[in-house]
């Protein structure tokens, strides 16, 4: 519907299936869109699913936790667009299931870099966001926030802390007029959601059903919408907010069951 | 082409303040819309404003009604429904407010009252636009909180109780109802708003100390603010958010409001409902 338009955003993790839901959505109210992704191919993939539906997105391959390189994205982007009003933190770190016991510290490195990477494209943003005049900032948690499951520690103390961040950056950067949130996302029709169910259809039917919509989340429009509802006019007086996205999953859904890794 | 058109909405409380607000945002994006309050005279300043809005006077209908009267609150609903063709859209902005009374001195009939046009309207309203919302396959329903409630503000007890049920019945409605794919959200707004404004007005002082711990700064325009997030939420970027409660206060509910306003604050003076048990 054309909310975004004169408007450019940043989407980390945007060759990943919320990052690109999340880029795909800007691009298509009309905000140009800046895809970053430590993976080339994916990254590109996106852009290229941009353009053909008559969006604009170029791609910067970047691993934004790494020193400078949220410093050079924010460069890049400057130089495509001249200025950044949006900013998409969606980096989902990867890490195996196992139970906490069998956790390592590689597995909770690697989903902290994600919230380094969060706060690096953050502090390097401020400049342009509050020139931006009604700059947004909306963080990602995992697809296992809004319930209890089993065997992601990992990904579970990751969202503590870039929930946290997000709600003390926007105390911050009110006065600014940007606002920062967490959008916590559920079960949403990915890749990854496919491989579960392919695996365990009927325990995974039995989650969907769980849910208060009894429904799938569609990334654009379920996942998009919500993101939509951040970023445009309508959240503009919304800010340090947890936001989930998952069709009332956070009430009551069934706990993951032992057993369904992978 | 609004983010409501084709979309009838049942606004309560609808010609002042937070409902004023979000009647004219949502006539403004294309809805029908019916609004009510006690007293018809509330309705002669709402006019101009809504004669500003093309159509806006054909697609909108005020009802004098009394939340706290079930017969009365319902029949607006139906009104809706009557007049437009269903009911999509349900806002349950009105509340009846008391004097302020430390806890131990608060009348029995001081909660009645505060929950009767707060909680129990919401649930009325609420069983009465079901089957319309069923019948067009789906809806949107907003009931009201307030940091109030989250904080336990002196000498509020009844109204902090009244929000915190609000709170759990829209959790309860969300649970119930999102397989007739009807969403259930709560709002707690810090809006520039007539209450607000009665109530610093009774409190010299606090509108400073309250923006000053309002990351954003300021209280929340009504219209923009405010009624832009029931907007979304309503509209289609809200599909899929559910049970949730908004705080739409540019951060206010980081921040702990100053607990500083004088006893007997009375926002309501002289102007309480009457309404009795059966009415």
Redesign the interface.
């Known amino acids: 519907m054309n909310q975004l338009i004169g408007k450019v955003a940043v989407v980390t993790g945007g060759g990943q299936a919320l990052g690109e839901a999340a880029a795909r959505r800007l691009a298509r109210e009309g905000a140009k869109v800046v895809v970053v992704d430590t993976d080339s191919a994916a990254g590109a993939a996106t852009v290229k699913a941009i353009r053909e539906a008559g969006g604009t997105a170029i791609l910067v391959t970047a691993d934004v936790a790494a020193p400078n390189e949220a410093v050079r994205v924010v460069a890049e982007t400057l130089k495509a667009f001249g200025q950044l009003d949006v900013l998409v933190n969606a980096v989902q770190p990867a890490t195996a299931w196992k139970s906490f016991a069998e956790k390592d510290d590689a597995d909770f490195d690697a989903v902290c870099a994600s919230v380094l990477g969060a706060q690096r494209m953050m502090k390097a943003a401020y400049p342009q966001l509050r020139e931006s005049g009604a700059a947004r900032v909306v963080n990602v948690a995992s697809a296992y926030g809004a319930t209890s499951y089993l065997d992601v520690t990992d990904h579970v103390a990751r969202d503590g802390a870039l929930q946290g961040l997000s709600r003390a950056v926007a105390v911050e950067w009110g006065r600014d007029n940007i606002t920062v949130n967490f959008l916590v996302p559920g079960l949403i029709d990915t890749p990854e959601f496919r491989r579960w169910h392919a695996a365990h259809p009927q325990r995974t039917d039995k989650l969907v059903k769980g849910v208060a919509m009894q429904r799938l989340g569609d990334p654009l429009e379920d996942f998009g919408g919500a993101l939509m509802f951040l970023v445009s006019d309508e959240g503009c007086f919304v800010t340090g907010h947890p936001v989930y996205a998952d069709g009332g999953q956070h009430l009551s859904a069934p706990a993951f069951e032992p057993g369904m890794r992978g | 082409?609004g983010?409501l058109e084709g979309k009838i909405a049942v606004i309560t409380g609808g010609t002042q303040g937070i409902g004023r607000g979000t009647v004219l945002r949502f006539l403004k994006e294309g809805a029908k819309v019916v609004y009510c309050s006690r007293n018809p005279k509330n309705n002669e300043e709402m006019l101009p404003m809504i004669d500003a809005i093309p159509g806006g006077r054909q697609k909108s209908l005020f009802i004098a009604a009394d939340v706290g009267n079930k017969a009365q609150i319902q029949d607006v609903v139906h009104e809706a429904a009557r007049r437009f063709g269903g009911v999509d859209i349900l806002v349950n902005n009105a509340q009846g407010i008391a004097a302020l009374k430390p806890l131990e001195a608060k009348p029995d009939e001081d909660y009645e009252m505060t929950l009767r046009t707060g909680f129990y309207y919401s649930k009325w309203t609420m069983e009465t636009a079901l089957p319309y919302m069923k019948a067009r396959s789906g809806g949107r329903i907003l009931n009201f909180s307030s940091h109030w409630a989250l904080n336990g503000m002196l000498y509020s007890s009844d109204y902090n109780v009244t929000k915190a049920a609000n709170e759990a019945l829209t959790?309860s409605a969300?649970?119930?109802?999102?397989?007739h794919?009807i969403?259930v959200n709560c709002i707690t707004p810090?809006g520039d708003s007539f209450a607000y404004r009665m109530y610093c007005s009774m409190n010299p002082g606090v509108d400073a100390a309250i923006c000053a711990a309002?990351?954003?700064?300021r209280m929340?325009d009504c219209e923009?603010?405010?009624a832009?997030?029931m907007?979304?939420?309503v509209?289609?970027?809200?599909?899929?958010?559910?049970?949730?409660t908004?705080?739409?206060?540019?951060?206010a509910?980081?921040?702990k409001p100053p607990n500083e306003h004088a006893v007997d604050t009375d926002i309501h003076a002289g102007r309480h409902q009457e309404t009795k048990a059966g009415a």
Do not use: H, Y
């Open positions: 082409m983010r959790r969300a649970n119930e109802w999102g397989k794919n969403t810090a309002i990351p954003m700064g929340g923009i603010d405010i832009g997030a907007l979304g939420l509209s289609d970027n809200g599909r899929f958010i559910t049970g949730q908004f705080m739409v206060d540019g951060g509910w980081i921040a």
